[in-house]
């Protein structure tokens, strides 16, 4: 089992940053890739970043050069560094741990409310 904590969230004006982070406890050992994701009002899960064990990294287009995800495996920490926050950043966020090898499994935080307005 893994357990995984957010924190971070909060209010924001357009432009401004925000850094989310995720602390990981468990059986981290297992897990190959971290992420984070968001859900809005009405939309579905998406993946936001995501930082594999040996460092490579994704982003989904919405949030590239904006967002930069970071890993600390000797810390078990994940952090999201957010820039320029636009009002469509607005959702919950959600810390992801997943295990992958003959099954997938994956963890959840209980999610962090960012919202971007002025």
């Known amino acids: 089992q893994v357990q995984l904590v957010e924190s971070g969230g909060g209010l924001v004006q357009p432009g401004g940053s925000l850094r989310l982070s995720c602390a990981a406890s468990?059986?981290?050992?297992?897990?190959?890739?971290m992420g984070w994701y968001r859900q809005a009002p009405g939309k579905q899960r998406e993946l936001v970043a995501a930082?594999?064990?040996?460092?490579?990294?994704n982003y989904a287009d919405s949030v590239k050069g904006r967002f930069t995800i970071s890993r600390d495996n000797a810390k078990k920490m994940v952090y999201l560094q957010m820039n320029s926050l636009k009002p469509e950043d607005t959702a919950v966020y959600y810390c992801?741990?997943?295990?992958?090898?003959?099954?997938?499994?994956?963890?959840w935080g209980q999610g962090t409310q960012v919202t971007v307005s002025s």
């Open positions: 992801n741990a997943r295990y992958s090898s003959s099954v997938t499994i994956d963890y």
């Open positions: 930082i594999t064990r040996g460092g490579r990294t």
């Open positions: 468990g059986s981290i050992l297992s897990i190959n890739t």
